[in-house]
């Protein structure tokens, strides 16, 4: 166990890698909370998590700062504390080359993959400082490291985070908290699907070809699973993780050698 009561705030945790970081936290002993736009992915983890008040699912816009507090301010009443654990794990990914990438789409991926993750630290942060233990963990990406056609807005809002973690991980590092990045190639979860049904339509090739492509990324030739990430996710968060600080951790099967 260990995350043994530990509070740990997991951002998209309904579904894809933040479910299976939440699974794989409350199996450690950690009280977790799970924050979505709706409810209903995060309602169903939680019931899955089952035991009584070790889970709450929150319906919160991590690109929204009002939303954001009101999620810290729910876990204050439930828990009686902030969160030890901060998993900024809500994103999305959505490709359009550049003259077709519109200020709702960039100004889309700069508020919630990267002024949320912002957000959510700002306000996590004091309570971890209060007990001079903590740990945030932000799902970037590969595309926090290098860039690719059609990606622009999502690469430049995963670069972003990476400078984020860089520069709060030294200003905090005395004071017993650690932030890191866990930067993943693809992983089998919706949005991967999604990259595939776009191949598909953008390119004619079929689900097949595309989902082989998306693998050839890789030099392991295959998608990364949730539970790798969650795995990783656990080491960043453990006590035995103190020493890792200010890293931005691939996770990709080689595909990006720093
Ligand atoms: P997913 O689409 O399955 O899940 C994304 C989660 O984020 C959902 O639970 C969604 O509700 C939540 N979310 C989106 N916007 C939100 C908002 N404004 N407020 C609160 N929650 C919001 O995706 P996933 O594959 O599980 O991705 C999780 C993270 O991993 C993302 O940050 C993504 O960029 C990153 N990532 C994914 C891959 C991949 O191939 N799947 C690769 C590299 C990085």
């Known amino acids: 166990m260990k995350l043994e009561n530990r509070i740990a705030i997991i951002t998209g945790g309904g579904r894809g890698i933040g479910r299976a970081i939440a699974l794989e936290f409350a199996r450690h002993g950690a009280r977790v909370v799970l924050a979505a736009r709706t409810a209903q992915d995060v309602e169903k983890t939680a019931a899955q998590i089952g035991n ?7 319906v919160c816009d991590v690109s929204d700062v009002a939303s954001v507090q009101l999620m810290f301010a729910r876990v204050l009443v439930k828990f009686g504390g902030g969160a030890d654990i901060l998993v900024n794990n809500a994103g999305i990914a959505e490709s ?23 957000y959510c630290t700002r306000a ?31 690469a430049a809002s995963k670069h972003g985070v990476l400078g984020l973690t860089r520069s709060i991980a030294l200003e905090l590092a005395a004071k017993g908290i650690t932030v890191n990045a866990i930067c993943p190639g693809y992983v ?26 998306i693998k050839k990324t890789s030099p392991q030739n295959r998608l990364i699973t949730v539970e790798e990430v969650a795995a990783l996710a656990l080491l960043l968060a453990s006590e035995e993780g103190r020493g890792i600080n200010g890293q931005a951790i691939n996770i990709d099967g080689g595909a990006v050698l720093f």
């Open 124 to 154: 996590a942060v004091p309570a971890m400082l209060e007990r001079g233990w903590g740990r945030v963990i932000n799902v970037a990406s590969i595309a926090g490291k290098t860039g690719a056609p059609y990606i622009a807005a999502y």
């Open 188 to 213: 089998d979860t919706d949005m991967a699907a999604r990259g595939v049904e776009n191949v598909t339509a953008k390119t004619g090739r079929s689900a097949e070809q595309a989902l082989e492509a």
């Open 96 to 118: 359009a080359p550049l003259a077709k990438t519109d200020d709702d789409l960039w100004q889309r991926h700069l508020a919630i993959n990267l002024s949320g993750t912002f």
């Open 52 to 58: 009584e008040g070790t889970a709450l699912p929150v």
